[in-house]
């Protein structure tokens, strides 16, 4: 059974800083393309970062030079380092895993940008 679990969302003031982080369970971390995606209130899911197995990275435009994703194989896990946050970053962020033509995600991890 595929498993993604995704912690570290939380409020934070404009400007600040949140690391997500991802675990994955269930499949061959390893040769896995990974990302985030996030889904803001009566907006549709959008791509925020992917990260392919050989550690090849694609951002929304959105985020470049803010936010990093990255991976460690050996914890099975996927982070998002979130930086400069603004307003418009609010949304439940979900970590997205692509193994054996499938894609599979966790259930979300909300990120509130906030005074």
């Known amino acids: 059974q595929v498993q993604l679990v995704e912690s570290g969302g939380g409020l934070v003031q404009p400007g600040g800083s949140l690391r997500l982080s991802c675990v994955a369970s269930g499949i061959i971390f390893s040769t896995s393309a990974m990302g985030w995606y996030r889904q803001a209130p009566g907006k549709q899911r959008e791509l925020v970062a992917t990260?392919?197995?050989?550690?090849?990275?694609n951002y929304a435009d959105s985020v470049k030079g803010r936010f990093t994703i990255s991976r460690d194989n050996a914890k099975n896990t996927v982070y998002l380092q979130m930086n400069s946050l603004k307003p418009e970053d609010t949304a439940v962020y979900y970590c997205?895993?692509?193994?054996?033509?499938?894609?599979?995600w966790g259930k979300g991890t909300l990120v509130t940008v906030s005074s």
């Open positions: 997205n895993a692509r193994w054996s033509y499938r894609d599979y």
């Open positions: 990260i392919t197995s050989g550690a090849r990275t």
